[in-house]
């Protein structure tokens, strides 16, 4: 979708997304107009940043194209309320550049978005990119935004219970820690490798109701950097 989707502004890449409906939820689109993507591809990739593709920023790992990252918040606006003074904790694993920690928080405006990488340069770089901008720095100072690091497999039980959870990382299994750790509703959003033994990857999309029924639900094909240990 880059080819049609870049732009020279991130709010003509916004503007573009939401034209070709990769972005459908004006609540979304909002919310991604108010974080400038500039601020967290690396300098040498600054030329890549309004457009509808990954971007590396070390370590193994990128910041995803802009669409995926618009899907993600779109399949958990369902249990973030109207953000009209509901307060909703989200907990973004795999949070790497801190981008779309950033973006959660501007959907999540009353309440707390926990960011956690394993890599503490990536953790360091998360706060760095946040402070760019006065809402980072906002939602940083506020403790509205919180990036720690933490083994995401295992989640991160010290901010939780969590309406939300969003894994930018493709993990070996559902793994269970992150289901405990929703509440009841609640939603996780995560990449798997597929167990047929191809290399694919699919999003599951798991739904703890209120009555603590689990359900799960496999969706789209994806491509995600692994969810795994920190590099020695």
């Known amino acids: 979708m880059a080819w049609r989707c870049s732009g020279c502004s991130n709010a003509e890449l916004i503007s573009n997304l939401y034209r070709a409906q990769l972005i459908t939820a004006s609540r979304v689109r909002d919310a991604m107009l108010g974080v400038d993507r500039a601020h967290y591809c690396p300098e040498n990739r600054r ?4 457009t509808d593709s ?3 920023i070390g370590y193994s ?3 995803s194209a802009p669409h995926m990252h618009a899907s993600a918040c779109e399949s958990l606006l369902p249990v973030l309320g109207q953000d009209n003074g ?3 904790r989200i907990l973004d694993i795999g949070s790497g550049s801190g981008y779309l920690t950033h973006v959660l928080a501007n959907l999540n405006s009353k309440g707390k978005v926990v960011g956690v990488d394993h890599i ?3 953790v360091d770089l998360a706060i760095h990119n946040m402070q760019k901008s006065a809402s980072g720095r906002t939602l940083l100072d506020s403790d509205q935004v919180e990036i720690v ?3 995401g497999r295992k989640g991160y039980a010290a901010g939780g219970p969590y309406d939300a959870i969003h894994v930018g990382a493709a993990a070996v299994e559902l793994h269970q820690d992150l289901i405990d750790q929703l ?5 996780l959003f995560i990449p ?4 047929g033994g191809w290399g694919e990857q699919y999003i599951w999309v798991v739904d703890k109701g209120a009555d603590g029924k689990v359900v799960k639900k496999k969706t789209m094909g994806v491509r995600y950097v692994p969810l795994c240990d920190a590099p020695a």
């Open 54 to 56: 990954p971007v590396p």
């Open 61 to 63: 790992a990128t910041i």
């Open 120 to 122: 503490q340069p990536l």
């Open 192 to 195: 798997v490798e597929d167990k």
């Open 86 to 88: 509901e307060e909703r």
């Open 149 to 151: 690091r933490a083994d």
């Open 47 to 50: 030329d890549e940043a309004y």
């Open 183 to 187: 509440k009841a509703p609640g939603r």
